[in-house]
């Protein structure tokens, strides 16, 4: 028999009868033998709920009275879970953070948890009963209550998981599963079976917002098998795991990721000597603009181009700033353009395929798509394009790398 934690977010709380449906769900495990930790969510709308009575009070309230207040929406929900799992004649107990002993640092608002101790919730699984633990808080040193940043519900379900050695942390959501590529741009998009972590962060921060990323890293720090799945359908989800070669068909692709919220900026005709890469960066850093992809074009008469990408939201700040380093380099102009996007290749076997950024920009150039940058990393290859073409080139490659499932989903 094994011990499971299972976490259900807003959505899969987000009323009465989901409440009830959880319970039956949480009560068919325990049934089976299971020992069963439950962690959840706020019922879906509740935490910003709060944030907006807050600040009808003041634009800056103490971050302290915000995670008294916002941790409230958890309470709420592990008493009514608990309550659904009693009538249905399971022993089921709620706990806060505070009660299940689950030790934070004392950054409010973005706590880190630092110590969860088991002995409370051992007993309650001794006795043959159901844990239910609110999500997203805890406790500092001084006994103040501390919450995680949005989303922690994900994270402490992974670190009550990591505490309790439990078998497997399986994080309940309104999607089935990760899916190759969003399903909304790619009709034929699959669920995977098995993704690494290493795939599953390098895919979570280009924007498959599944999963909270810290309890991604979190569980691969320590070894939780993390399992992704609906609470609404029947399934096996996707299960996010340490082995690399472990599914059948072992694709050299595992998905594909993209990024709209990027923009370019260029300054063009520099001279190219030591040191002018640092003149045109410092001053973009010191404005803690964040750069992601750069390129230095090869010099032909002394002078060269250097381009870098940066979020959307910085584009103009950036530009402003190159615009007053090109006066300063004497340089020929500075440039930018914000309709463009980032699309990028996952696969943890692409390190041992040589051939695959090859392949990515022969179906790129078969669809008339320009690349207008390149990085890659070992288990990633990314490129800029325009805009326009980020719907076809995403479904282009998702074909072209046999991603396609035999029927679409959506
Ligand atoms: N209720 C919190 C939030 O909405 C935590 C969570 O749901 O994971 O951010
Ligand atoms: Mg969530």
């Known amino acids: 028999m094994a011990l499971y934690v299972q976490k259900f977010g807003g959505t899969s709380v987000g009323s009465i009868e989901r409440i009830e449906h959880v319970a039956d769900k949480v009560k068919t495990f325990h049934d089976q033998g299971h020992q069963i930790v439950v962690a959840v969510s706020a019922m879906s709308g509740e935490t910003n709920r709060l944030i907006g009575l807050a600040s009808d009070i003041s634009d800056t309230p103490t971050p302290r009275e915000m995670d008294v207040l916002v941790s409230t929406g958890e309470q709420v929900t592990i008493a009514l879970l608990a309550m659904a799992l009693q009538k249905r004649g399971v022993n089921a107990r709620s706990f806060t953070g505070w009660q299940v002993g689950i030790k934070t640092d004392n950054s409010y608002m973005k706590a880190r948890i630092e110590d969860i101790d088991t002995s409370a919730m051992r007993a309650q699984l001794d006795a043959g009963g159901v844990v239910v633990v609110a999500g997203f808080q805890g406790i500092d040193d001084d006994n103040n209550i501390t919450t995680l940043g949005r989303g922690g519900s994900d994270t402490t379900g992974v670190a009550l998981a990591a505490a309790l050695g439990a078998d497997e942390c399986q994080i309940y959501t309104d999607v089935d599963g990760v899916y190759t590529t969003d399903p909304r741009v790619v009709p034929a998009a699959r669920r995977m079976e098995k993704v690494t972590f290493e795939e599953m962060l390098e895919m979570a921060s280009l924007g498959s917002k599944v999963l909270q990323i810290r309890s991604v890293e979190f569980a691969g720090k320590y070894k939780v098998p993390l399992r992704v799945l609906s609470s609404f359908k029947d399934g096996n989800g996707t299960l996010i795991t340490m082995e690399e070669n472990s599914s059948v068909e072992n694709p050299v692709i595992s998905g ?29 850093s010191d404005a803690n603009i964040e ?22 939201n910085d584009y103009q700040k950036a530009l402003d700033i190159l615009r007053d380093t090109a006066t300063e380099l004497e340089a020929r102009e500075a440039t930018g353009t914000d309709d463009i996007c980032k699309v990028s290749m996952v696969g943890v076997g692409m390190r041992s395929h040589a051939g695959v950024a090859s392949k990515m920009f022969k179906t790129l150039a078969d669809e008339n798509i320009n690349i207008l940058a390149i990085t890659t990393s070992e288990i990633k290859i990314s490129v800029v394009i325009e805009e326009k073409y980020l719907e076809l080139a995403v479904r282009a490659l998702h074909t072209a790398f046999g991603l396609d499932a035999e029927e679409e989903t959506a």
Do not use: C, W, Y
């Not at 370019?264 to 001053?283: C, E, M, N, R, Y």
């Open 256 to 284: 594909i990721a993209f990024n709209r919220d990027e923009a370019k900026v260029t300054i063009k005709g520099v001279p190219d000597i030591p040191g002018v890469a640092s003149k045109i960066l410092v001053p973009i």
């Open 291 to 312: 750069v992601d992809m750069i390129i230095q074009n090869v010099s032909a008469d002394g002078t060269t181009d250097f381009t870098f990408t940066v979020h959307r």
